[in-house]
């Protein structure tokens, strides 16, 4: 697996909007991704529309070496979110 160096958002834009029209075939990607930003951290958030799409996101970027995470459900929130940070060298896969 590639080793990841940094956080781009719009590479990471791009991953999960691949990872939506993959793996949820017959959706516009482009209106269920609906934020991405970083957090205080410096971590990034991706926001889609859907528990579908929050997993499709979660599981295209942990295959393409980041370390991406589901966040726990907010109920005053539409849709769902996926924290993404680097691979650190305990976490790397294969």
Known sequence: MKQVQR???RHLRNHAL?????RRLGVAAERCLL???RDDSGAVII???SGGNTCAVEQWLNWHGYRAEY???DPDVYGGK????????????G
């Open 7 to 9: 956080l781009d958002i």
């Open 18 to 22: 691949k990872a939506i029209a993959t």
């Open 35 to 37: 934020g991405i930003d």
């Open 47 to 49: 926001h889609v529309n």
């Open 71 to 73: 966040l726990p459900f």
């Open 82 to 93: 996926v924290r993404v940070t680097l691979r650190t060298k305990a976490t790397q896969h």
